[in-house]
Each structure stands twice: as structure tokens, then as C-alpha cells.
């Protein structure tokens, strides 16, 4: 049941049958709908989610009512909003399932417990979070130093086996432009 799991957190440190023993006891697998969310804006976020197969948006919606996608998440990758999942207050974001999906969600007394239980779990999730806060930083950088294009080239190295699993309107979102420009975008590479 979590053997992608297991595999997952061989490139960081890998699992003995210990560690393997107190994951599986503590993690739980489901199968999400396509346009299924597994966190709404005004709830707490409970679980730290890995996707095992499928894709998941992470977004929040301004009070113009336009969604605003921040990240996606696809196989091998966590989604979660950790703010709202470590301070236990309501989430102002959204995540929901793009592709019909199996994921696998750890709750957060679960994962202090492996945490003190294991360190080798401590060490992993720490890697975790700072990558994600790394790819953060750099798309930080990248929303006030590239033009659309180089944004776009960009998300294309990022999610290069997204591109073609997502509808123009998602990345659209994510980039910050229109539909429109990123068929303009996408015309005029084309044509070099």
C-alpha cells in the first residue's frame, strides 16, 4: 500500500523495517475524484498529502472570485497547506484534485510521532519543506523578474510531464496571465 511512499524517501534517508512498520501504521490511502477537494478555503488543513497517482492544484480565490493557483502537485510530490496544518488555524486556500487520484495522508499527531519516534522522519520532512520552500522563493523571484515567457519556459522545466496533462486555464493561473496570452505565448514559440 506504500511502497511509493517507501520509494519515495529512498533519495532522502532511506527507511529501515522499523521506520516502514511505524509509517504504515500511521498513514492512510485514498482514492479522490477528479474536481474532488481534500481541503476548502475556512477549514483546517488535517493532512500532509502525498500523491501517488493523479494531480492536485493548490489555489485561493481573490474577492473578484479568480482563482490564483500557487502549485500543483503530481506523483512523488506532497501538497499541503502548511500553515493552516501547523498552526490548526482555517486554511484560506484550496486543493483539489485535477485528475482522478490515489493519495496517501498522514495527520499531523500521526507525523509529530514519527517525528519523535524516528529521526530519520524528522530529517526527511525537513528536506521536504525546504524544498518546497526553495521552489517558492524562486517563483517569488521569477513573478517580478522574468517576462510572461521566461515565466512560462520556467514552469515548463518545473512540470515538464505536467504540460500536457493540464488545461491551459490552470497554467494560466499559475503563471499570472491570461489564457489568451499563453496561447500567444505558446503561437509564437512555435513559430521559432
Known amino acids: 500500500m506504500i511502497q511509493p511512499l517507501i520509494e519515495y524517501f529512498k533519495k532522502y534517508l532511506p527507511l529501515n523495517s522499523g521506520d516502514?512498520?511505524?509509517?504504515?501504521?500511521r498513514v492512510t490511502s485514498r482514492k479522490i475524484k477528479r474536481r474532488q477537494m481534500i481541503l476548502q478555503e475556512g477549514f483546517v488543513c488535517k493532512h500532509y498529502t502525498f500523491v501517488e497517482k493523479g494531480c492536485f492544484k493548490m489555489y485561493g480565490?481573490?474577492?473578484?472570485?479568480t482563482e490564483h493557483n500557487l502549485m500543483f502537485a503530481a506523483e512523488?510530490?506532497?501538497v499541503a497547506d502548511l500553515g493552516s496544518f501547523y498552526s490548526g488555524k482555517p486554511?484560506?486556500?484550496f486543493i483539489e484534485a485535477i485528475e482522478p487520484s490515489a493519495i496517501l495522508q498522514i495527520e499531523k499527531q500521526?507525523?509529530?510521532?514519527?517525528?519523535?519516534?524516528?529521526?530519520?522522519?524528522?530529517?526527511?520532512?525537513?528536506?521536504?519543506v525546504e524544498e518546497k520552500f526553495i521552489e517558492l522563493q524562486n517563483r517569488l523571484l521569477q513573478n517580478?523578474?522574468?517576462?510572461?515567457?521566461?515565466?512560462?519556459?520556467?514552469?515548463?522545466?518545473q512540470y515538464a510531464e505536467l504540460a500536457s496533462r493540464l488545461p491551459n486555464a490552470q497554467i494560466a493561473s499559475y503563471l499570472g496571465i491570461t489564457p489568451e496570452f499563453l496561447s500567444k505565448i505558446r503561437k509564437n514559440r512555435a513559430l521559432k
Do not use: C, H
Not at 61 to 65: C, V
Not at 110 to 128: A, E, G, M, Q, T
Open 91 to 93: 486554511s484560506k486556500l
Open 20 to 25: 516502514i512498520n511505524l509509517l504504515t501504521e
Open 76 to 78: 512523488n510530490d506532497w
Open 61 to 65: 480565490i481573490d474577492e473578484k472570485g
Open 144 to 157: 517580478f523578474s522574468s517576462n510572461a515567457e521566461q515565466r512560462y519556459l520556467d514552469f515548463l522545466e
Open 110 to 128: 500521526d507525523l509529530l510521532y514519527l517525528f519523535v519516534n524516528s529521526p530519520k522522519f524528522d530529517r526527511n520532512f525537513r528536506v521536504i
